[in-house]
């Protein structure tokens, strides 16, 4: 057998341990698909003393000095699993720089700066795969990037944060409150101890942004996404959508559009939305991941598995650790960033979108004109109406019905133009619910 293909671990955390642990259980087979051995030259880390229970590895091999690390010669791979921006790509750009092949789970990076590795991986000759970036164990990536090449890709629909969509299905199965089911989710181990990045949105933003990049060959970062989270979902929202047949998710949405001029766009937006029942995502329970894939001659894949966890997470990584391998044995390298479209990101504005919006206002003569006439001067057709008790408007304004509105599809701007206006109006006592409604007319 050829010599070993010798691994630089960065990180030793729930992904970094999961890496070591399969490494070994898997070594005679990983050798004999690979065609040499895998061998761990270092494992980079922030505390070399913390007790990492009976990982099966010498421990002579941690060091606090990743940099020291990838610049050694016996190392052929760098894996990331440490995360956050800096020092992390300082230490990616050095290592394919150097023509070492690159593997991470650094979906924060990517989408922030994604074009500074790929040039890095360029300009040193060397492979950069990120399989564990999105979606965890599902393999999505190299699909999109490999097997769909030969198609054109035109909308991407996932469920890519699996915290949220265990918050989500919580509230929807027993009726729970937003906070009792994040609390919920902190003690299953789900939500991490600062969960700002899961439920204001930061993290699905990201996956949309590699997403999109790969499906539709241009570069989109995560500033370009538009991303809301799901703090301000209600008890009442997931109710009013069972009431319609639908269910609340927290949606990733990348589609290929066309400005005024006729040009080529790409839109890519992060946001809670109605789905209904019927949707295939809408199955989607738990902490689990699914992406919709709408292409071409393909038509709709459905890609769906866990998102999260050490495991999951650690299999992606280490799919990716056995195509470097075999592309440094034979002496190649995988195609670079097909990012040739270059298409220009349409603001959120100009999105079309569906609105469901409900609003306690006065049960009197003329109100349901006056609002009406609101959505038909921002020319937003209305689909449906349905008028019931109210659902508690502020005391004194005499708010004693309640209006449900869904719309046909607009432009957001035009919804949200609209909302604005209902909250002014006298007859209106409060706009209690005003959720995106997506997946069937
Ligand atoms: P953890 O916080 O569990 O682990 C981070 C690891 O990095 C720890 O071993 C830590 O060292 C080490 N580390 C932190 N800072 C430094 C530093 N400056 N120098 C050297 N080592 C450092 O993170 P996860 O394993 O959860 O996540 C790792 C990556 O994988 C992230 O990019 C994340 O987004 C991504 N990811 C995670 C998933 C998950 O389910 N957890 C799923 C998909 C992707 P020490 O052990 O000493 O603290
Ligand atoms: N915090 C992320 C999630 C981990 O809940 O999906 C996987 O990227």
Redesign the pocket.
């Given at each position: 057998m050829t010599s070993p293909v010798r691994l630089a671990l960065l990180g030793c955390g729930t992904v970094g341990s999961e890496v070591v642990r399969l490494l070994h259980e898997q070594s005679a087979d990983l050798a004999a698909r690979i065609g040499a051995p895998l061998e761990i030259a270092g494992i980079a880390v922030r505390r070399v003393g913390r007790d990492r229970g009976d990982l099966p590895v010498d421990p002579a091999l941690f060091t606090t000095d990743p940099l020291g690390l990838i610049k050694r010669d016996d190392v052929d791979v760098v894996v990331e699993v440490v995360g956050g921006i800096e020092p992390a790509r300082g230490w990616l750009v050095e290592a394919l720089r150097a023509g070492k092949s690159v593997v991470t789970a650094n979906?924060a990076l990517l989408a922030e700066d994604g074009a500074a590795l790929h040039d890095a991986a360029a300009e040193g000759g060397a492979d950069l795969y990120y399989e564990a970036s999105v979606a965890?164990a599902i393999p999505l990536l190299r699909p999109l990037r490999d097997s769909l090449h030969g198609d054109r890709i035109n909308r991407v629909t996932g469920i890519v944060?699996?915290?949220t969509n265990f918050i989500l299905s919580a509230m929807d199965a027993t009726g729970a409150g937003f906070a009792e089911a994040l609390e919920e989710a902190t003690e299953l181990g789900?939500a991490?101890a600062d969960p700002t990045a899961?439920v204001e949105g930061f993290?699905a933003a990201a996956k949309a942004a590699i997403l999109a990049s790969l499906a539709f060959h241009t570069r989109v970062t995560a500033a370009d996404v538009h991303r809301e989270g799901i703090t301000e979902v209600t008890a009442a929202d997931v109710a009013s959508a069972r009431a319609m047949g639908c269910t609340i998710k927290l949606l990733c949405i990348a589609a290929r559009g066309a400005d005024a001029a006729g040009r080529e766009t790409v839109s890519v937006r992060v946001h809670p939305a109605m789905i209904p029942l019927t949707h295939p995502l809408a199955s989607v329970g738990d902490?689990f991941?699914a992406v919709f894939v709408e292409a071409e001659a393909a038509g709709q894949l459905m890609f769906y598995g866990r998102?999260?966890g050490g495991a999951p997470t650690a299999s992606a990584v280490l799919g990716d650790v056995v195509a470097v391998a075999r592309n440094r044995l034979a002496g190649a390298r995988a195609a670079s960033e097909s990012a040739y479209a270059d298409l220009a990101v349409r603001p959120m504005g100009e999105a079309l979108t569906r609105y469901h919006i409900s609003l306690d206002v006065a049960d009197r003569p003329g109100v349901l004109e006056a609002v009406a006439g609101v959505f038909a001067r921002h020319e937003v057709s209305i689909a449906t109406v349905r008028q019931g008790p109210a659902g508690g408007g502020p005391a004194g304004r005499g708010s004693d019905a309640e209006l449900v509105i869904v719309t046909h599809v607009a432009p957001d701007a035009a919804l949200a133009a609209t909302v604005r206006e209902l909250r002014g109006l006298d007859i209106v006592g409060s706009v209690t619910s005003v959720l995106r409604v997506e997946g069937g007319q």
């Open positions: 979906k965890g944060n699996g915290t789900y991490e899961d993290d902490a991941n998102g999260a």
